[in-house]
């Protein structure tokens, strides 16, 4: 598939996510507290809470329902009551944009 086009670098600020609907599917993009970029499913694996919204600190996110602390740069659950992992994508920055393989 093509590299889709997200959104501008500067449309994160540092330890911060967001929300990105594609093809009827809900991303969140992630910004670290290093300036990198990454990309995963968008909802909580446990009650489908956008996780964009959540507390990004470091590489992980906080499901702002109940808790949950994902680590985006591998989709991996490190705290319940969510027990599957995010799905991750490929992203690069490239041109002034955040890509992603879909």
Known sequence: M?????????????????????????????????????CTDGLCTHEAIHLADGLVMENTVECPKHSSIFDFTTGEVETPPACESLRTYVLKVEGGRVMIDL
């Open 2 to 38: 093509p590299w889709i086009d997200a959104c501008g670098p500067d449309d994160l600020e540092e330890e911060s996510g967001l929300r990105f609907d594609h093809g009827g599917k809900t991303f969140a993009i992630f910004r670290n507290h290093q300036n990198q970029f990454y």
